[in-house]
């Protein structure tokens, strides 16, 4: 990778900088790339394997992901076709960087889901420039999700109910971001079993009802209606508060 570009413009994305995902298991090309892309204005987290990579969107899901194919345990085939499996990431911008530069490679990327496949070696003004076309291409992305009395910036990872803010676990957070999405909607256990949790992972569905009721606790401060409905025999709902 050689060159840099000093025009932050696009990267900035106007008030708010474009956040990227670097996920690359060279430590000298990951920190390479990272110092460029800061340079040219946007906002960089790093990851340096599949599961990390998971781990880190799950935690706040950024505006594009540079993925590379091979990474120690979980690959990045694997990591972007779970993404593509999630309905909050179905849309999330995957650019893949790689050194595997066969047509039936790029195929195979394409096919699970990746948006633009590059092969490295690659200066930093191409690497930009598919950035850019992809972020143009891109569906904006929901950055504040409002219910009731209760509102989530999923770019700050914040949420807060009548103006109190919440202190949620990870899992909690994920569960909430869900709601907020499918406001009123009924959801099984198994439902979000398969919409909120990692594929692959064992989880029983008593571990579901234990996240619910710690949601609720966070949630439901003295005086607030409870805003998360149980719906017998059927699951839950983020619906309108009750006493």
């Keep these: 990778m050689s060159g840099t570009m000093t025009d932050t413009g696009d990267a900035a994305g106007g008030a708010r900088r474009a956040y990227v995902l670097v996920v690359e298991d060279d430590d000298a090309l990951l920190m390479l790339v990272r110092y460029n892309l800061e340079k040219l204005g946007y906002e960089v987290g790093v990851a340096e394997d599949g ?3 998971l781990a880190r969107v799950a935690e706040r899901r950024p505006d594009l992901m540079i993925l590379d194919w091979m990474l120690p345990g979980l690959s990045g ?3 972007c076709r779970r993404l593509r499996e999630q309905e909050a990431t179905r849309a999330l911008p995957i650019l893949m960087l790689t050194a595997r530069a066969g047509e039936v490679d790029n195929i ?8 633009d496949y590059v ?12 950035i850019r ?14 219910f009731a009395d209760v509102t989530m910036d999923t770019v700050a990872h914040r949420a807060e109910r009548n ?7 990870p899992t909690e957070y994920r569960i909430l971001e869900f709601f907020l999405r499918n406001p009123r909607q009924v959801f099984s256990r198994e439902d979000l079993l398969q919409r909120v949790w990692e594929r692959g992972v064992h989880v029983e569905l008593r571990t579901v009802d234990v996240h619910i009721r710690r949601l609720r606790l966070i949630l439901n401060g003295p005086g607030e209606g409870d805003i ?16």
Excluded: F
Excluded at 228 to 243: E, F, H, K, Q, S
């Design 77 to 79: 085939l694997d990591v």
């Design 51 to 53: 599961n990390q990579a």
């Design 133 to 146: 076309a992809l972020l143009r291409r891109a569906p904006p992305m929901e950055q504040v999700l409002r």
């Design 108 to 115: 195979r990327g394409l096919d699970v889901g990746a948006d």
């Design 228 to 243: 998360v409905r149980t719906v017998r025999a059927a699951g839950y709902a983020l619906d309108d508060p009750r006493p």
């Design 119 to 130: 092969v490295k070696p690659v200066s930093i003004e191409a690497l930009q420039a598919r």
């Design 163 to 169: 103006g109190r803010a919440l202190a949620l676990g």
